[in-house]
């Protein structure tokens, strides 16, 4: 079992910056990659970035260039910054882990609310 608990959401106005971190814990010599997914109202979750071992990242073509995906061992932890927010990319945001077998596990997300 893998647990994820994220933090750093908020307001911010349209131009701003934020950064989300998700801390993980449990079976993390399991975890195969980490990836942050969002959610606006009345939309399907979407894969916004995902980081995998050896620090391959890739990111959704709405968000690259300016969300960036990183990952601290030391801390368990992984960051997404996000910088020159748009109102669209207003969501709840979910910390997601994919173990060894293929098992996804989910924080229990953080709202992000960017104001035009």
């Known amino acids: 079992q893998v647990q994820l608990v994220e933090s750093g959401g908020g307001l911010v106005q349209a131009g701003g910056s934020l950064r989300l971190s998700c801390a993980f814990s449990?079976?993390?010599?399991?975890?195969?990659?980490m990836g942050w997914y969002r959610q606006a109202p009345g939309k399907q979750r979407e894969l916004v970035a995902r980081i995998a071992r050896g620090d391959t990242s890739n990111y959704a073509d709405s968000v690259k260039g300016r969300f960036t995906i990183s990952r601290d061992n030391a801390k368990n932890t992984v960051y997404l910054q996000m910088d020159s927010l748009k109102p669209e990319d207003t969501a709840v945001y979910y910390c997601?882990?994919?173990?060894?077998?293929?098992?996804?596990?989910w924080g229990q997300g953080t709202q992000v609310t960017v104001s035009s």
């Open positions: 449990g079976s993390i010599r399991s975890i195969n990659s």
């Open positions: 997601n882990a994919l173990d060894a077998f293929l098992r996804n596990y």
